[in-house]
């Protein structure tokens, strides 16, 4: 029986974007492998990972050993990784500290991520949005951290490396979920969408930055929706994720959790197309 060539997309998605992880576990886990990847954001960071050949079992390992909570995550970035505060925040403007992107990726990154985009062992394209030239930018080769720290750098938050000297900001801007991408010379496209819809605070009024995340996540859905109607992807997988807040990163194994059932449908539907393809 032959092997069907599979394309898959990585959506951005904040927190939201570790649902990414069981995702993964399911190609494991059938014995498969992507035939090429692309990744846009959070699901740029993880499928760097993956398609550098660590398993997504291990990736979870890792996420769940790092992001225990505040306390232990601080320990590995001023502990293990012997890093000080003022390499990972800058000082843009008199009231406005963003996150460095490049460092952020580095201290994310666990070992064994290919140090240059051509170099993974699954093909990898990596989207972001140019921001001085009002497009998408998928990036193919050159350094990984700068490519992933140019897809995950959401404006106002983290702050993304200069590319060829213009700026260029998060890459769900234009395109969140880029099955469009992993087309070419595959028999099937599967597509994962970690956006979800804005959580409700609780509060009367949202912060300023609850607004702009929650705004940003609504940006990425109507995009998504409307590209996914004109072209969509044999298979279109939408873990719930929509009860975590985009920054709840310390609630990885809640959203492993969640993405479960999610997991278990894209297993079943893998093995059926497979069937019908072969």
């Known amino acids: 029986m032959s092997v069907p060539r599979i394309g898959l997309a990585l959506g951005g998605g904040s927190a939201r974007g570790l649902a990414h992880i069981p995702i993964l576990e399911a190609f494991d886990e059938i014995g498969i492998r992507p035939t090429v990847i692309a990744g846009c954001s959070m699901g740029a960071l993880i499928g760097a990972a993956y398609a ?50 490049e460092k952020l990726v580095s201290l994310a990154f666990p070992e064994g991520v290919a140090k240059r985009v051509e170099d993974t062992l699954i093909p990898f394209k990596v989207i972001t949005t140019d921001f001085e030239r009002l497009e998408e930018r998928v990036i193919t080769e050159g350094p990984m951290v700068q490519a992933i720290a140019a897809s995950i750098a959401i404006p106002g938050v983290i702050s993304g490396p200069k590319i060829d000297g213009r700026i260029h900001v998060d890459g769900g801007v234009c395109n969140p979920v880029p099955f469009d991408h992993v087309r070419a010379g595959c028999d099937l496209v599967v597509a994962v969408d970690v956006t979800g819809r804005p959580r409700s605070t609780g509060r009367i009024h949202p912060t300023n930055r609850e607004l702009a995340l929650g705004s940003m996540f609504i940006m990425f859905h109507q995009i998504a929706r409307l590209r996914r109607s004109v072209s969509p992807p044999d298979i279109y997988v939408e873990p719930p994720v929509d009860q975590f807040k985009g920054n709840q990163f310390f609630r990885a194994k809640e959203l492993f959790d969640a993405a479960e059932p999610a997991k278990e449908w894209l297993k079943r539907a893998l093995e059926s197309r497979i069937k019908k393809i072969a």
């Open 52 to 101: 550098s050949g660590i398993p997504a079992k291990e990736l979870r390992a890792h996420t769940q050993r790092l992001l225990v909570n505040k306390i232990v995550a601080m320990r590995y970035v001023f502990g293990a990784k012997k890093s000080r505060l003022g390499d990972l925040l800058s000082l843009k403007g008199l009231s406005s500290v963003h996150i460095q992107g």
